[in-house]
């Protein structure tokens, strides 16, 4: 305790003498951290909405009675390169892929859908790796359209993917490994309701075949 106001006020000149540098570093360094931090912030949200806005004029050019081409072409690059990590670049890559299928240019599919597979997230590598084998089969790449399928994971693919693969195993004349997988395809079918009288037709095709 101190005896007179003059004895506080030395003391906490004091204190300040010998403390004040930490205390105003302190609250200089505070400030800098949260300035920073609302900058980042304020800096990520601006980045995630221009590229929000970036994938949707994509959209509208792609959806244009007219689409531009060179524009089409500068705005897939863009969203690959400056907004890759916010997995617009992905789904560029996917509408690029499509734009050169429709077109009937199915070598140019491929490179689009490589950078897709190489850029995505797994939950979405599936998807990817099934298109490509799509491509790769509609290439005659049958080889490839089977390393392409046996690489995907997970199960919600597999009624799709083991018909796709009973299709290329009969393209390379093996019918017996291709009644096996559009037997698996069937079953799966029938476990998950869902009517694809194709599966059974391609079975029944194999057997008139035999």
Known sequence: M??????QIEAIKGWW???GNWVIGGCLAFIVSYI???MYQDSAQTHRVAGSKAYEQLLVNLTSETPDSEALTAQIELLKGEYKDLGYGVMAALQEAKVAVDAGKLESALPALDWAAKNAEAELLTVILYRKAVVQYALD???GALT???AMSGTGHQTLSFELKGDILLAQGKPDEARKAYKAALDLSSEQDINNPY????????????
């Open 2 to 7: 101190y005896e007179t106001d003059q004895e």
């Open 17 to 19: 003498n010998k403390n």
């Open 36 to 38: 920073g931090l609302y």
């Open 141 to 143: 790449d049958l080889d």
């Open 148 to 150: 392409s399928l046996n």
């Open 199 to 210: 599966l059974q037709l391609k079975l029944d095709d194999l057997a008139v075949a035999e």
